[in-house]
């Protein structure tokens, strides 16, 4: 077998794993690896700062469903991935993290830049590994991307000392593969116990997490809930998983990311069957009233998931793709396809009167408004990124979403900044997608570098800012406390203007303060970028004391009419 760079056959692998971009920056400690990179098929993006990196990486991931890939060199490089590993570790994001390294025999002695990441990262990976032997760099590749996809999906980081990668291996491309991933399915008697416990449910939910998009299993959840009439609701990760005009869609159940009609369906349920979801705090605030009167059916790629929150009355182990087609094969051959009953036209009712406003017309602008020029101005094919903070907590209360993998949001982590480097990761995955970044004020400017970045390599797409002049999630925090502390923003005289911000990085920029130019600012700000190649900002001025319907526990959002005993739903003799 032919010796060759051992850098070189880490990139062979790199590429028939599938991988077609990797963002970066280059460092005199991974500078063999960039050597092998120069002359291969894959696409580096040089990013500003290696946390957007690993953004970028974990956006080009969410909306591929392959491994996304991030590069940096020695030192500070690593230690910058951490918040962009923990990110992708606590919402299930396949992506490896390679770093440079010092020399093996330095490591001990303090040398530049020399730091042991391996350790530092080891919390926030599902493993965190250090190259020891030329001969080895394949293989611990393979075996990163086999991890990374593996059970439930999250990020690896590889260190690479210098010396290791300046060294030869045996290593034969035609003779190599990616190794085959594991997808576990659920016993034949697990199946059939929740599909008793379904027939036997008056008023059944499924509720969709992100494991039913990472799982690609949208397509046996809808012939699931449409055998039986079952309506669906949706985690905010599980966005897209259920196409949300549908009439068995049941809406968003929380405490902050939710509909009142959602919140409405769920307290009146008595059955729950939860496929890829984790029960966030965020989803379900208080226990006792999430739980009460309910049963729970538990299903997890992830053992260890299943009573980490509470302990279901079921719990299932198994991807979520045969999970859910085992359970409609056997709904199919117990019963014929339902007609929608009582329990399915009363979460219609629900969904008919109970949809908040979002057509207001004041100035400044109310944020429902903004959301529903989006809703009624992009198509369902648009892929749309958002972060943390009340500007989260209104998209996934009034966005609209139809497809998986459209929706992408930093679920469980929440770090500020994130938008705007993901998504530039889903435009490199999807060109000809059209991609919208719905981005906070104070969010957008941790990592706004990253615009030179989408600049550079013209690379597309809009950015719809919210902008209260507040950090205005923190400001609606404090109000128990009775102050209003440390929250203004200062964008009078010295502040930030982010249209000329924009106009900086060479991209176009517009403001808006009337909603009545809203319809109009995102129709020019498309076919701008569309046009120029380049990121385009619309900046929408929002009522600054603004706050989002949030409450501690589900039913806190409003009092609704609770739905009397119904006859069981499902006649499995018919």
């Known amino acids: 077998m032919k010796r060759i760079p051992c850098m070189e056959a880490v990139v062979a692998v790199l590429e028939s794993e599938g991988v077609d971009t990797v963002f970066g920056i280059p460092g005199a400690a991974i500078l063999p690896l960039y050597a092998a990179l120069q002359h291969s098929s894959i696409r580096h993006i040089t990013v500003r700062h290696e946390e957007g990196g690993t953004h970028a990486a974990d956006g080009w991931s969410r909306v591929t469903g392959n491994v996304g890939v991030c590069i940096g060199t020695s030192g500070p490089a690593g230690t910058n991935m951490i918040t ?23 490591l001990h002695q303090e040398s530049f830049q020399a730091v042991d990441i391996v350790e530092i990262a080891r919390p926030v990976t599902k493993w965190a590994v250090q190259l020891k032997e030329p001969a080895q760099a394949p293989w611990v590749f393979r075996e990163a991307f086999r991890i990374a996809r593996s059970g439930r999906p999250g990020p690896v980081l590889i260190d690479l000392p210098i010396d290791v990668q300046r060294g030869t291996c045996r290593y034969d491309p035609e ?53 039986l009439q079952v309506p669906v609701q949706v985690t905010l990760m599980g966005k897209g998983a259920f196409p949300e005009d549908h009439p068995l869609f049941a809406g968003m159940a929380g405490i902050q990311t939710q509909t009142r009609w959602g919140n409405a369906a769920f307290l009146e349920s008595d059955l729950v069957l939860a496929v ?24 997890d790629i992830e053992p260890t998931q299943i009573g ?27 019963t014929k396809p339902q007609r929608a009953g009582r329990w399915a036209r009363r979460v219609g009712e629900l969904r008919d009167t109970m949809a908040r406003r979002d057509d207001f017309d004041d100035v400044p602008i109310k944020p429902p408004r903004v959301f529903r020029e989006i809703n009624e101005f992009y198509g369902p094919d648009t892929t749309f990124v958002t972060a943390i903070g009340l500007y989260q907590i209104w998209s996934g209360q009034f966005q609209r979403t139809y497809l998986p993998r459209r929706y992408l949001v930093c679920g469980q982590a929440g770090p500020l900044g994130w ?42 797409f809009v950015i719809v800012m919210i902008n209260n002049e507040y950090l205005g999630l923190i400001r609606q925090a404090e109000i128990p406390y009775d102050m209003n502390f440390a929250v203004d923003l200062h964008y009078g005289e010295g502040g930030i203007d982010h249209v000329k911000v924009m106009e900086a990085f060479g991209c176009p920029a517009r403001r808006v303060e009337s909603p009545g130019d809203l ?46 005993r119904l006859a069981h739903a499902i006649d499995w003799s018919d």
Not at 194 to 201: T, Y
Not at 519 to 535: D, F, M, N, Q, T
Request: hydrophobic residues 50%; negative net charge.
């Open 84 to 106: 962009g590993l923990y990110t992708a570790l606590a919402d299930s994001i396949p992506m490896i993290c390679v770093t440079g390294q010092a020399e093996r025999a330095k």
């Open 175 to 227: 003779l190599d593969a990616p190794f085959p991933v594991d997808v576990p399915e659920p016993t034949p008697t697990a199946v059939r116990a929740a599909v008793d416990m379904l027939a036997r449910a008056e008023r059944p939910l499924i509720l969709a997490g992100g494991g039913v998009i990472i799982a690609d299993a949208t397509a046996e959840l809808r012939a699931l809930a449409e055998h």
């Open 276 to 299: 890829g979801a984790r029960f966030g705090d965020r989803h379900t605030g208080d226990l006792d009233v999430y739980r009460k009167g309910r049963s729970f059916i538990h299903v």
């Open 308 to 334: 980490r929150v509470f302990e279901p009355d079921l719990g299932v182990v198994g991807h979520a793709q045969p999970t859910l087609a085992a359970m409609a094969a056997e709904a199919r051959h117990r």
């Open 419 to 460: 938008e705007i480097p993901a998504a530039m990761g889903v435009k490199c995955a999807f060109p000809d997608r059209e991609v919208v970044a719905v981005v906070g004020d104070y969010s957008f400017q941790f990592l706004m570098e990253e615009i030179a970045v989408a600049a550079q390599y013209r690379i597309p």
């Open 519 to 564: 319809e109009g600012a995102l129709a020019w700000a498309s076919a701008e970028s569309a046009r120029e190649g380049l990121p385009v900002l619309v900046e929408v001025m929002v009522e600054r004391e603004a706050n989002a319907a949030m409450g501690r526990s589900l039913d806190a959002i409003k009092e609704f009419e609770p739905l009397p």
